[in-house]
């Protein structure tokens, strides 16, 4: 009986070692996601009002009204006294109150039961501590928690500030801090960063927070939950500070934000709460809030049919392109005439500011120079015709070659000469355009295919195709413009594929894969015939890609500029990923006789 005992224990170990192995190929279940509102709030502070209509005590109960409808699981809170805590917290008790050692004025409510504290901390926003940051302003710090959602267990940071009001560079300093601070945690940990930042999207301090090339100190490092939510970005809608005047008088700003940052967060809806009782502000910021989802990073799935190429992003930037509509054309409106509208125009690019800007109907010259005055970082490269021009970062990009493609054999000098009662001869102008940084070449290709005749504009996307493919090689292109047609019509499918008379398969595909909406969609509007409701919803506009070149974001910008557009053309916003740039051909593209 002994005998067999050794060859027992070995048939044991070797069935435990095969029932262990066989659960270790068994993939890890996976977590539930975890979703959650967030809510940022700056409630005013009950000194600064202690006389008027304005006091803690004549808006305390519409504060908490907002709070009550609104429900956040998480409550970032700026300016709060005691004695508004103590408010806020009858508001809400379901929650409990944490805040800073020796500071509450960033306190943060969390819903009982639903999250863990794990950690907390705080940062001054001074390299040297604590400071006044201006005559009249107060110290400013930001104040984080580590967070567990219990019900799936993930784990994250959620932090609270508010940014100097006083001083321009200390909210400079405060972004830079906030960097610092929280990139060690984000490499682990998503991060959930809400607040007062006091700095509109046109602000240096947001732009170091959240812009993809803006500063190297940055790299996009936190990511708007505006614009990630997928909803149109609306003047009006988005004013956060309204200093007690709401937006009737479409004064105010959007200064308080909700930033991400980290693998496995994303927002899922954004909502600028302009909410009042009776004709009782709750306070002179409206609160914002925000839906967020923690989730496990899966890798990115490609929409069927698409060539997306694989590979790491070698570098990036962002690319706008908007018809201006030029300033030569007769309008019956005189409040459509390019002098009333040109701040509209200038407001929306400064805000986007774009790595890489083309414009379409720059007819008249001084359009060109009054664009510059708001890009004085870029440089700007004019065709003949000044209609195609591009803008490009001199920082970031340096010009090595140009061309021309004029979208008829002859060109027709006369359709030039009629512009002011006919139409823009059509043409695309493009640069090959080298990254300073990496050495990427790649090619930017602005065009408008002309209004005047369906054949005319089916011949030119024809030519298009024919004369990159040839000038260009294999390096990637960017084709942006107004092809003044839907995007469904003959020349878009052409140039993309999609039609057998003329197409070239998997030559170039649409940026807008990236942006998440229906085809049909409201959002993906681009042509507006000036804000009239015609029923259609068509997009005229667009960001095509070709070779070892992605989209990873794409968004009409249907801003509105007191009630009106600056434009009968809506912009479009992408962000391209050059994942590789092979060896361009030798030849240098050649400009066509004109």
Request: with cysteine.
């Amino acid at each position: 009986m002994r005998r067999f005992l050794p060859i027992l224990m070995l048939s044991l170990v070797l069935s435990i070692f095969t029932i262990v192995s066989a659960r270790a190929e068994e993939p890890p279940a996976s977590r539930p996601e975890a979703n959650f509102k967030v809510m940022s709030f700056n409630v005013r502070a009950s000194a600064l009002d202690l006389t008027g209509d304005h006091t803690w005590r004549n808006r305390r109960d519409a504060a908490r009204k907002v709070l009550e409808e609104n429900e956040p699981d998480i409550l970032g809170l700026q300016e709060a006294l005691p004695n508004q805590v103590s408010d806020v917290q009858s508001a809400l008790p379901d929650h409990e109150s944490h805040a800073a050692a020796g500071g509450g004025l960033n306190t943060v409510f969390i819903r009982k039961g639903t999250f863990e504290v794990l950690d907390e901390g705080s940062f001054w926003h001074s390299d040297a501590g604590a400071r006044l940051q201006g005559p009249f302003d107060v110290p400013r710090f930001t104040y984080w928690l580590k967070l567990r959602h219990v019900e799936s267990e993930r784990e994250f940071i959620f932090a609270n500030t508010h940014f100097s009001s006083q001083s321009g560079p200390m909210r400079e300093l405060a972004a830079r801090l906030s960097i610092e601070n929280f990139r060690e945690f984000s490499e682990a940990l998503p991060v959930i960063y809400l607040g007062d930042f006091n700095s509109e999207p046109t602000h240096p301090a947001y732009s170091m927070l959240t812009s993809v090339n803006g500063h190297e100190a940055a790299g996009g490092y936190f990511r708007d939950a505006f614009p990630v939510s997928g909803q149109r970005e609306d003047v009006t809608a988005s004013v956060t500070a309204h200093d007690w005047r709401g937006v009737e008088n479409k004064i105010g700003h959007r200064i308080d934000h909700v930033l991400l940052a980290g693998e496995g967060v994303r927002a899922n809806s954004w909502r600028c709460v302009q909410t009042t009782y009776d004709d009782v502000f709750p306070s002179d910021h409206f609160p914002v809030t925000a839906e967020v989802t923690l989730f496990d990073k899966r890798p990115e799935e490609t929409r069927e049919g698409s060539s997306e190429p694989e590979g790491e992003s070698v570098f990036s930037f962002t690319v706008m392109s908007y018809n201006i509509r030029s300033a030569m054309a007769n309008e019956e409106d005189r409040w459509r005439a390019w002098e009333m509208r040109r701040d509209g125009v200038m407001r929306i690019i400064s805000a986007k500011e774009p790595d890489i800007l083309c414009v379409q109907e720059a007819t008249a010259p001084y359009q060109v120079q009054i664009l510059q005055v708001v890009l004085p970082g870029y440089v700007a490269s004019t065709p003949m015709v000044p209609s195609n021009t591009i803008f490009y970062k001199e920082s970031l990009f340096e010009a090595v070659s140009q061309g021309f493609i004029w979208h008829t054999e002859q060109f027709d000098f006369g359709a030039l000469r009629g512009r002011l009662g006919g139409t823009l001869p059509g043409m695309t102008y493009y640069l090959k355009l080298r990254h300073k940084e990496t050495g990427g070449e790649f090619v930017i290709a602005n065009t408008q295919l002309g209004d005047d005749k369906a054949e005319n504009r089916l011949a030119g996307a024809k030519r298009i195709l024919e004369r990159l493919k040839e000038d260009v090689g294999k390096i990637p292109v960017i084709l942006v413009g107004d092809f003044c047609s839907d995007i469904e019509d003959s020349p878009a499918q052409v140039l993309l594929g999609n039609e057998s008379d003329g197409g070239v398969s998997g030559f170039f595909r649409d940026a807008f894969g990236a942006s998440d909406l229906e085809q049909d969609a409201a959002e993906a509007q681009t042509f507006d015939t000036w804000n009239e409701e015609t029923g259609a919803a068509e997009r005229h506009d667009n960001v095509f890609v070709s070779g070892n070149s992605r989209a990873s974001a794409w968004s009409a910008i249907q801003d509105r500029i007191h009630d009106d557009v600056p434009s009968d053309h809506f912009p479009v916003l992408a962000t391209i990923e050059v994942t590789e740039y092979p060896e361009s051909r030798p030849a240098e593209p050649a400009d066509e006789d004109f």
